[in-house]
């Protein structure tokens, strides 16, 4: 179990952190990085124990760059992970509730999304306000966090921002796509569609609850969303 646990669950990035690079000093920033994961067995053990998924050491992509690899469970709090589907952003999600009207966006237009944030075991870290509380979640300690407005197909100068930097992450951004109006979807979170930036949202406004999802954003989470409405892109006069 702690063999396992190597891959590290916790601060192994700091808030807004980018991983080693390949370059330059590489070898040694890899090998602190590896020696701080290796502290952190014991934490990853117990995190196994709660049903938290672990990862398997970092590996480079096609630039050289470091970024971790999250073991995709068969199970979790709901069920099979195989129930899920593969969304038009090509991201795994499972319909909760089939929304209806016109599906979720035309190029320029925002999505108006309430959400939650759940770990493997069920475990909610935090939720909006405007989220559906589950039973014993009524009272749910500190203030919630916001509903989230944003652009899924952004345009930028009436072009898409393909691969831009997003204010939001990429897991929700591409997840609610084709979705319709009050439909609610679970989507399945990687490591790499979630938090690569410090300030991305989803974020919850407690600090309690946003250092508990920082000790777990290199896990696998699950994200609920609640597509309220969208707002038609404007109209060029």
């Known amino acids: 179990l702690a063999a396992a646990a190597l891959g590290g669950v916790g601060r192994a990035f700091g808030a807004g952190e980018p991983p080693p690079s390949a370059g330059g000093g590489a070898s040694e920033a890899l090998a602190e990085r590896l020696s701080r994961r290796q502290t952190l067995a014991l934490n990853g053990a117990v995190a196994a124990g709660l049903g938290i998924s672990l990862l398997l050491p970092e590996r ?29 952003g090509g991201i795994r999600v499972l319909e909760l509730r089939e929304g209806q009207g016109e ?15 759940r770990l493997r075991n069920g475990l909610t870290i935090d939720a909006s306000a405007g989220f559906p509380r589950r039973s014993g979640e009524a009272d749910m300690a500190g203030t919630p966090g916001p509903a989230l407005r944003f652009a899924a197909r952004p345009l930028v100068y ?68 609640k597509l309220v409405g969208v707002q038609p892109p404007p109209v060029d006069t």
Do not use: H
């Open 60 to 88: 480079a992509d096609a630039g050289g760059n470091f970024e971790p690899v999250a073991v995709v469970p068969t199970t979790y709090f709901g069920g099979n992970v195989s129930d899920f589907s593969e969304s038009e």
């Open 103 to 117: 599906s979720c966006c035309a190029e320029g237009a925002e999505a108006l999304v309430e959400w939650s944030i």
């Open 158 to 225: 009436g072009i898409r921002g393909v691969g831009m930097r997003s204010d939001i992450i990429e897991a929700v951004r591409e997840g609610v796509l084709g979705m319709r109006p009050n439909g609610v979807r679970r989507i399945l979170t990687l490591p790499k569609l979630g938090w690569r930036y410090a300030d991305q949202q989803p974020m919850p406004a407690d600090e309690d609850r946003r250092s508990m999802l920082v000790d777990n954003k290199l896990s696998v989470l699950f994200i609920e969303v």
